[in-house]
């Protein structure tokens, strides 16, 4: 009887094994980890890199560039392509945590705009790759809104107290105050940081919510009048609500670039190169700008994409818009005092 139960429990045994073995049949000749923004790529593309590769892609999003350095910083991450905004790419290479990318791995590299090549946070075109740009305005609801709308100022009108929606970041939200204020956005000068402190504390009690993506729900809702945005989910949002309109405020705001990097966190380089070749392929390329909305710094890209799109001003302004916007510069040596600052706003 003892023999007759173990023979029967080898069978039910070998059994799960063939089942589980025809279950993980699927093997892959490498996984990457690639970290990226909310709502940030057409997850077909995904897919169909790994199904053309054989390689896993394991994917997961970040709200801000501070929230991915920290977590890059803490360590326990393998990350393999990573896609930060310029000046938090400008402080990764500071930091010495980022590798340098083989171009000759990255053939499709010849398909960028000379434009978005040898920018400031790198000049030699050693550790990104672009990937989009754009710009940070306001986005606002015609039929809620009855002002002029071309300037920061209207965010402390007590007119549309609790319509006002502020991103919860702090370089972007401390940033278009200085900038109404008539200061740099990348101001270092902590009297000048105090005077936009003291603004954005005078705002606070008109501030409906900080957001990040939760924005494009609210405004297209109708929950809010007025919203800080990237140009993107701009276009996003208007596609969706004909009532929403963007403008780039006078006094200036943000021009800002997003580059894929690898950090050296990663364990497949090889892999992290084809993925990011695999990106700038025009087909990928074309495929995820369509689906995000946002600028392309691909040439082919843009001159395949409708016409409607490329002639709208909210993602491909012209030089006249982008008169008083600057790039965000690496603030490390004052980023406590950008901390603070941040820290008591939204802690009253």
């Keep these: 009887m003892k023999k007759v139960c173990c023979f029967v429990v080898f069978l039910i045994i070998s059994a799960a094994s063939v089942f589980l073995m025809s279950g993980c049949s699927e093997s892959y000749k490498a996984t990457i980890k690639v970290y990226n923004w909310g709502d940030y790529i057409d997850k077909d ?22 929230d991915m350095y920290a ?8 990350y393999d392509v990573v896609i ?21 791995n990255i053939p499709n590299y010849k398909l960028i705009d000379d434009r978005f090549k040898n920018l400031a946070y790198d000049r030699e075109n050693e550790y990104s790759v672009p990937y989009m740009w ?3 305005g306001l986005l606002y609801n015609k039929k809620m809104v009855d002002d002029v709308v071309d300037s920061w100022s209207i965010l402390w009108n007590e007119k549309y107290k609790k319509q006002i929606l502020m991103l919860d970041s702090q370089r972007d939200s401390i940033g278009i105050t200085l900038k109404m204020l008539g200061h740099s956005l990348n101001s270092k000068d902590e009297a000048q940081l105090e005077e936009a402190k003291e ?11 900080y957001v990040g993506d939760a924005v494009k729900d609210k405004m297209i809702g109708g929950e809010a009048a007025l919203a800080v945005v990237w140009s993107g989910d701009a276009i996003y949002m208007k596609r969706e609500n004909p009532d929403l309109e963007y403008v780039i405020p006078k006094e200036g705001s943000n021009i800002w670039f997003d580059a894929m990097v690898i950090p050296k966190t990663s364990k497949n380089k090889k892999e ?6 695999y990106m700038c392929r025009t087909d990928i390329a074309l495929k995820n700008a369509e689906f995000i909305g946002f600028s392309t710094p691909h040439t082919e890209v843009k001159s395949q994409l409708p016409v409607e799109l490329t002639s709208d001003k909210t993602v491909y302004p012209g030089v006249d818009d982008l008169s008083n916007s600057e790039v965000f510069e690496d603030l490390s040596d004052t980023l406590s005092i950008y901390d603070r600052i941040w820290t008591e706003i939204k802690a009253k």
């Design 199 to 209: 603004m954005l504390m005078d705002q606070k009690p008109l501030v409906l919510a």
């Design 134 to 136: 754009g710009t940070v």
């Design 71 to 78: 977590k890059l910083k803490a360590g326990g991450e393998d």
């Design 84 to 104: 930060p905004s310029d000046y938090m790419i400008k402080r990764m290479i500071n930091d010495d945590i980022l590798y340098k990318i083989d171009l000759n």
């Design 45 to 66: 593309v995904l897919e169909s890199f790994t199904t053309e590769h054989n390689i896993k892609v394991i994917y997961s999003e970040f709200a801000t560039n501070e």
């Design 272 to 277: 992290a190169e084809l993925f990011i070749d």
